[in-house]
């Protein structure tokens, strides 16, 4: 089955232990890219990956990393988490991410609270 | 101006009706067009993609465009309860072909 993969759905930490949320997709797809989403704001992007080892900031990237070593994984790294990235977060992925592409698949999100 | 409004809601209908939601974008130079479902507690499904101005149908969903007056809409025909969702508008802002802009969403219900 054609899916983008995150991991962990549910995560509760404390403020600055570093944490990563897994993204894989199994579509061969060049482009992949996260979103948070917040109440009232929508869906917000942070960083996003053209292919492999292309990497460029969205909206929101600070206080965010990411790496794109393989094509079907973009880890979202949180090096010091703190409380205003409690959030609900998406990994998406598209084809090429060029706009007759059709759209994005995202993954199943996760909730992330920081205390 | 936010790049991509959207009246929050709630919007109610009663099942059987037709739901029309509404979406305005800043950018004039946007190319495409796209209308995403989501249910409370998951990921946004995408539904619907316009390009071209007028109207596209699929099923009971039909999307229309008007680029002149920067205005996307959906109608929901024959609404379910199943229908009862958030939904999502997102524009390809066109000056960056990788610059997806998301509305923060509609909620729908369908009451039967």
């Known amino acids: 089955e054609a899916q983008v993969t995150q991991n962990p759905r549910y995560l509760i930490t404390v403020t600055g232990k570093k944490l990563t949320v897994t993204c894989s997709q199994n579509?061969?797809?060049?482009?992949m890219s996260w979103y948070r989403q917040d109440p009232g704001l929508g869906l917000r992007q942070i960083y996003y990956?053209?292919?492999?080892?292309?990497?460029d900031k969205g909206d929101v990237p600070e206080g965010y990393k990411v790496s794109r070593k393989e094509k079907r994984n973009f880890p979202l790294i949180l090096e010091s988490p703190s409380p205003n990235q409690t959030s609900l977060y998406f990994c998406?992925?598209?084809?090429?991410?060029?706009?007759?592409?059709?759209?994005?698949?995202f993954g199943s999100g996760t909730r992330l609270t920081v205390v | 101006q936010k790049e991509v409004e959207q009246n929050s809601g709630p919007l109610s209908v009663p099942e059987g009706a037709i739901a029309s939601l509404n979406c305005t974008y800043s950018?004039?130079?946007?190319?495409?067009f796209f209308w995403y479902r989501q249910y409370s507690g998951k990921s946004p499904e995408l539904i619907m993609s316009?390009?071209?101005?007028g109207d596209k149908e699929d099923g009971r969903f039909t999307a229309q465009l008007n680029k002149a007056s920067q205005y996307v809409s959906l109608l929901i025909r024959d609404s379910q309860p199943s229908d009862s969702a958030t939904y999502l508008c997102?524009?390809?802002?066109?000056?960056?072909?990788?610059?997806?802009?998301f509305g923060a969403g509609t909620r729908l219900t369908v009451k039967p």
């Open positions: 990956s053209m292919n492999v080892e292309v990497t």
């Open positions: 579509m061969n797809h060049e482009y």
């Open positions: 998406a992925s598209s084809l090429t991410g060029l706009m007759t592409d059709g759209g994005y698949t």
């Open positions: 997102a524009v390809n802002l066109g000056y960056n072909n990788n610059d997806m802009r």
């Open positions: 950018d004039r130079g946007s190319q495409s």
């Open positions: 316009i390009y071209s101005n």
